[in-house]
């Protein structure tokens, strides 16, 4: 469920005044600015959305935290910040 940071009335008045805003543009790569910023808007929350399978618990796997984890992963391994199999196995060994 989406967070609520404003109330129902106060998201109603923020959309009628950018509806409004976007009324007012006169030049046509403004529009196609606006038109792309809304595409991106759209795709995030799809992303955010999409449920791309199911952890072994039941719960879902959504897109973007599955992205956003891949993301995190990824800066790890190429800053060197992530421990090998074998480096682990010596650890472990000690315990």
Do not use: C
Request: net charge negative; hydrophobic share 35%.
């Amino acid at each position: 469920m989406a967070e609520q940071n404003h109330s129902d009335g106060d998201l109603r008045s923020r959309k009628l005044a950018l509806i409004q805003s976007i009324l007012g543009l006169e030049y046509v790569g403004d529009v196609q600015a606006l038109e792309s910023a809304v595409h991106d808007v759209e795709e995030a929350v799809r992303a955010r959305q999409l449920v791309i399978g199911y952890r072994p618990s039941g719960t879902p796997v959504l897109k973007q935290r599955f992205l956003d984890r891949l993301r995190h992963t990824l800066h790890d391994i190429q800053h060197d910040e992530y421990t090998t199999l074998h480096a682990f196995e010596q650890r472990a060994s000690d315990w």
